[in-house]
């Protein structure tokens, strides 16, 4: 048993390394998405940084909802071929 129960908590609070880690990972993944075409660029951002659902990307896109959710899994695909491609070759 330890003399400090307090040293047995673990610190809900990333660390230096952790902190570093998910900034590296997310300037990897905007490297991706600005190699992105424009159509799901702004898709995804509106999707993923905004956090606007289907239907109002839809009305601000003036877009049918089926070609946001089109435009979300084919961006999503591209971002994840583009991410593994950079993983490869930097």
Known sequence: MAANP?????DPNPSVLEKLAE?????????????????FR???????EQELDIGAIAR??????????DRLYR???QLRLRTERLAKHG
């Open 42 to 48: 702004e898709v995804l951002t509106l999707r993923f």
């Open 6 to 10: 307090a040293e047995e908590v673990p």
């Open 60 to 69: 601000i896109l003036r877009l049918p909802a089926s070609a946001v959710k």
């Open 75 to 77: 961006g999503l695909d």
């Open 23 to 39: 900034a590296d990972l997310a300037q990897f993944v905007m490297k991706a998405m600005k190699s992105l075409p424009a159509a």
